[in-house]
Structures are given as C-alpha cells and as structure tokens.
C-alpha cells in the first residue's frame, strides 16, 4: 500500500516536472524572436542608410528616419525584454510551485509511513499479547488434558450402567 502511495506521489512529481519542461522551449523561442527581431531592426537601419547615401537625401532627414528606426527598436526590444522577464518569473513561479508540492508529497508520505508502522507496531503488540494469552492457556490445560481420557472412560461406564 505505501509503495503504491510512493509510485503515486512519484508520478505527480514527474507531471509537473514534465509541466515545467515544456514553458523552456517556449521561453528559448521567445529569446530567439526578440534576437530575430533586433537583428531585422538593425539591417533594415543599415539598408536605410545605405539608400539614403544612394537617393543623395539630406543628412537630417536620414538622421530623423535612423533616430525613429532606433526609437522603435529601442521600444520593442524594451517590449520583449520585459515579456521575456515575465516568462522567467512564471518559469521560476511554477518551479517553486511544483518544489512546494513535492515537499508537501514527501510530508504526505512520511505521514502515511508513519501510520503504517503504528498500524504495524499495534498489530504486532496484540499478536504478542495473544501468544502470551494462548500460552498460559495451554499452560493451565496441559495437566488437565491428560485426565480427559480417564475421564471418557468413567462417563462410557456411566452410560453403561445406566443402560442396564
């Protein structure tokens, strides 16, 4: 019965451990989109400057474009930063969950176990107590087991008697 309580709490502990496996891919892609991005972000500013060279426009306007390309990527990468982070404290939350639940698992268990072996010790206690009680038994009848055959014999002879 306890192993079956142990292989419970085990196979709780390897769902949620399997729970918290399955947010890492998703917080890896997370990174890899935010690295995509600011990756777009500063070839599409480079190919920016490169036409503006190219078109011959003023310097000031391509200065103006390049500081709100940068602007923008300054804002999303912040955006993605900060979505990131979330990411990481729901990771860490849900690691602390199921670490807590796993503690709580083992406390349950050692509960049980406990039970158990009172059940255990107090079966073993009555048993013992029964022994003792069969053995003072057999200790007073002994002598008398021996007169139960003389005693047959009489009662047979009773009976006969009383027949004739």
Known sequence: ?????ARDLDAEAALRAAGLQELRPQILAAERQIDAS???HRTLE???TRL???VGC???DIGELKDSLFFEASARQ????STTEMMRKFREQCRDDVQARVVQCEEQWR???KTVDMALFDR???CTSLNEKVAALEKRMLPRLEEVPELRTLLRQGESTLET
């Open 1 to 5: 019965r306890v192993q079956g309580i």
């Open 38 to 40: 600011a990756q777009a």
């Open 46 to 48: 480079q190919e920016v």
């Open 52 to 54: 503006g060279n190219v």
């Open 58 to 60: 003023s310097l000031q």
């Open 78 to 81: 912040s955006q993605e930063e």
């Open 111 to 113: 509960g049980h176990t």
């Open 124 to 126: 073993q206690q009555q």
